[in-house]
């Protein structure tokens, strides 16, 4: 396997950058996710590692080669795309074998792969059909395998789970997971889901506007997003982002929105201080709000009244939109709250797990740890 170093890399495509100034390192059997919106530059950058875009400026390392004059066959990589690319007229045993010959590998070796990696994926039993007999899983499994049977140094995956529905992406999500795990192989793997991000990586990059953002562990990013574009990408439902003025009142910082006031915890006071008489954005999560009712007890001081517009039961919780003056937020709550709609609400609020950002661009986290 193979550690894979992007050094200073930018990518342009006229006057428009489609990735600027990229600094990142894939140490060897990480899982990297490169996550964010549509045009970010995600998918540029997995490209150029493929050997499929060049670089505008900088160099590519694939273990200790620098790649940059490397054709895609050369570099030792696999790609999963989007699009399965199955040859139509081929069964699934000839697709998965179909590079393999073409490098003239003995006929034994190409069947021992083609075999080891349909029993790792578990598709033995359609090695015989032709890709329209598939379904979509079994094709996206079909297009994995021929990535496997390849032995590559890195894995790259572009949005292969984008064309299955809900509940089978959930499924694949956890077999490719499973798969790295028995691979012990080097993956790169774009999506523009935060949820597959955060569930599948062992590090994530976030990037916006052909830049990275933050780069970190799936939960270091999620409790310590760098500013308010990462803070409201990652994490579902997003972050409550409500304007606001920092005031010093009777010797303790408040949060002031106008419609409620909220104290600063004193652990976070320090940090916050400079803020004082300046406006911010603060943050909290769906899931840091409570129906008051049913709330730790020691959160129950720091409420606020609101009142409900949505109610989505979900099962195990239920999301409520509501309005709190001219603010709207979304609160994750218990099943046993009995509110209804139109009906005002008291929630309570851990302000243990709230976040302050810079008013102006780029709208920096203020770190509080």
Excluded: W
């Excluded at 995600?42 to 273990?63: H, N, Q, W």
């Amino acid at each position: 396997m193979a550690k894979v170093v992007l050094e200073n890399i930018s990518k342009m495509f006229g006057k428009v950058a489609a990735v600027k100034n990229c600094d990142l390192t894939v140490e060897d059997k990480e899982f990297v996710i490169l996550v964010g919106p549509s045009g970010c530059g995600k998918s540029t950058a997995l490209r150029m590692v493929a050997g499929l875009e060049e670089p505008t400026t900088g160099t590519i390392y694939i273990g200790d080669r620098a790649v940059n004059d490397l054709p895609p066959k050369d570099r030792d990589i696999a790609m999963v795309f989007q699009e399965y690319a199955l040859y139509p007229h081929m069964s699934v045993y000839k697709n998965m074998a179909f590079a393999l010959k073409l490098r003239k590998f003995p006929k034994e070796e190409i069947d021992q792969r083609v075999r080891e990696a349909s029993d790792i994926l578990g598709i033995q039993d359609l090695l015989d059909r032709k890709p329209k007999q598939l379904s979509g899983g079994q094709r996206q499994r079909v297009a994995v395998g021929r990535a496997i049977v390849r032995k590559p140094a890195v894995f790259l995956f572009d949005e292969p789970l984008s064309n299955l529905d809900a509940k089978l992406r959930v499924q694949m999500r956890a077999e490719l997971s499973k798969l790295h795990d028995r691979l012990q192989t080097t993956i790169i793997y774009v999506t523009h889901d935060q949820v597959e991000a955060m569930t599948m990586g062992t590090k994530i990059v976030v990037m916006k506007d052909a830049l990275i953002q933050q780069i970190g562990t799936p939960l270091g990013v999620y409790n310590f997003p760098v500013n308010l574009f990462v803070a409201g990408f990652i994490g579902s439902p997003v972050m409550n982002f409500i304007p606001c003025r920092v005031l010093s009142k009777d010797g303790r910082l408040m949060i002031d929105a106008e419609a409620f006031q909220l104290p600063i915890p004193e652990k976070k006071a320090p940090y916050y201080q400079a803020l004082a008489g300046s406006e911010a954005f603060f943050g909290i999560r769906p899931n840091d709000i409570y129906d008051r009712l049913f709330a730790p007890e020691h959160l129950k001081e720091n409420a606020i009244r609101a009142v409900v517009d949505v109610i989505e039961p979900l099962g195990s919780e239920i999301h409520l939109n509501v309005t709190a003056g001219k603010h709207n937020l979304v609160a994750m709550v218990d099943t046993q709250t009995n509110v209804r709609m139109h009906q005002e609400i008291e929630l309570a609020i851990d302000l243990n797990k709230m976040h302050l950002f810079e008013k102006n661009p780029p709208n920096l986290r203020i770190a509080a740890e």
